[in-house]
């Protein structure tokens, strides 16, 4: 089980389940979102997934038809996102996350688009886009 919570607290989230495909994305989207290099995004199964608190005090926002970003409307915390073309899962930035995480981060993708001062210490692989194996 993970347990996490935004930076004010006000918003807190349950994983009961494994988190899958941990990427270190560097897109501009990730990169504006989350205000740093990139973002570390991982996905959960939804049926494992709880908003256990401050489900009142998420906030939505969608750059792309169908897919949407959940934060906190008070502190500005990205909590998870969701796409209405894969309700079955949705995607968790693992910042959020006071538990420790057994699963590892497989890849940078979209490096194409990193910030240029970025120099991609991490030994992993790197990819212009999504991981070799996801659409």
Known sequence: MYL????????????????????????????KN?????????FVNSADFSVTKGQDKLSQFSVKPGRTRHFCQ?????VFSSNSDDVSRIRLRLGILDSDIVERPI??????SKASWEELD??????????????
């Open 107 to 112: 890849s940078h993708n979209f490096v194409s």
């Open 34 to 42: 989350s205000g740093t290099a990139y973002a570390t995004n991982g």
């Open 74 to 78: 008070l502190c500005g915390s990205p």
């Open 4 to 31: 996490g919570k935004c930076l004010c607290g006000e918003v807190e989230v349950t994983i009961e389940g494994e988190i899958s495909e941990i990427i270190h994305c560097h897109c501009s989207l990730c990169r």
């Open 122 to 135: 991490a030994k992993l692989p790197r990819h212009d886009r999504f991981e070799p194996n996801r659409s």
